[in-house]
């Protein structure tokens, strides 16, 4: 720390002599030729010869060449500068048109994502374009229905399986009443012949007896 001090301070005084020998050179720098056209005309201010007249008022006497030379400058300058206007001009006319050119493109490409987005959000059923909210109803619907018909084709069927139940058992009694009405009647037949059989047999004996 001790050792950086002093060194500091020297730098500084070095660069402080430095400075002072250094003259003020701005006058030097002023030239008709070269630099800014602000640097220009102070050159022709400051190099021109001034008098003032008896009432005070100061004039300059400037060189004819010096007017000449500046005026060449100044047209240089316009000319660049109308070039350079030029130039800009036409860069933004090519840039609007770009920025057309991007704002088509980023038109066409919004288009195409949303319809890519509809499409992918849709559903083709029979031909015909569905978004995939109306498709999923239009199946959980079908499917709905199927379900609705199934249960009822079961109820039906439930309903028809009793009923044949019914029947078969209905039949079974029928027939058993039959079966029993058919031996009745055979018994009854049978009875009946005997009758019939026994009155021949006593029609015989009466008229052997006579």
């Given at each position: 720390?001790?050792?950086?001090?002093?060194?500091?301070?020297?730098t500084?005084?070095?660069?402080?002599?430095?400075?002072?020998?250094?003259?003020?050179?701005?006058?030097?720098?002023?030239?008709?030729?070269?630099?800014?056209?602000?640097?220009?005309?102070?050159?022709?201010?400051?190099?021109?010869?001034?008098?003032?007249?008896?009432?005070?008022?100061?004039?300059?006497?400037?060189?004819a060449?010096?007017?000449?030379?500046?005026?060449?400058?100044?047209?240089?300058?316009?000319?660049?500068?109308?070039?350079?206007?030029?130039?800009?001009?036409?860069?933004?006319?090519?840039?609007?048109?770009?920025?057309?050119?991007?704002?088509?493109?980023?038109?066409?490409?919004?288009?195409?994502?949303?319809?890519?987005?509809?499409?992918?959000?849709?559903?083709?059923?029979?031909?015909v374009?569905?978004?995939?909210?109306?498709?999923?109803?239009?199946?959980?619907?079908?499917?709905?229905?199927?379900?609705?018909?199934?249960?009822?084709?079961?109820?039906?069927?439930?309903?028809?399986n009793?009923?044949?139940?019914?029947?078969?058992?209905?039949?079974?009694?029928?027939?058993?009443?039959?079966?029993?009405?058919?031996?009745?009647?055979?018994?009854?037949?049978?009875?009946?012949?005997?009758?019939?059989?026994?009155?021949?047999?006593?029609?015989?004996?009466?008229?052997?007896?006579?």
């Amino acid at each position: 720390m001790n050792f950086i001090k002093p060194l500091t301070l020297l730098t500084f005084l070095f660069s402080l002599t430095i400075f002072a020998q250094t003259p003020d050179s701005d006058e030097d720098k002023l030239s008709l030729n070269s630099g800014t056209l602000d640097n220009q005309f102070d050159y022709v201010i400051k190099k021109s010869n001034g008098w003032r007249d008896e009432r005070g008022q100061e004039y300059r006497v400037i060189k004819a060449y010096w007017l000449t030379d500046l005026k060449s400058h100044v047209l240089d300058s316009l000319q660049t500068v109308r070039k350079d206007l030029v130039a800009t001009e036409i860069t933004l006319k090519a840039q609007a048109k770009e920025i057309d050119d991007l704002k088509t493109s980023l038109s066409n490409t919004q288009n195409d994502l949303d319809k890519t987005k509809g499409e992918k959000d849709s559903m083709m059923l029979f031909g015909v374009q569905m978004t995939k909210g109306g498709y999923s109803g239009l199946m959980w619907s079908i499917i709905a229905a199927l379900l609705a018909l199934l249960i009822f084709f079961i109820y039906k069927f439930k309903n028809s399986n009793i009923v044949t139940k019914d029947a078969k058992h209905a039949l079974s009694e029928l027939e058993n009443e039959f079966e029993e009405h058919r031996k009745t009647a055979v018994e009854r037949e049978q009875k009946v012949r005997r009758q019939l059989q026994d009155e021949i047999n006593k029609q015989k004996v009466v008229k052997t007896k006579k």
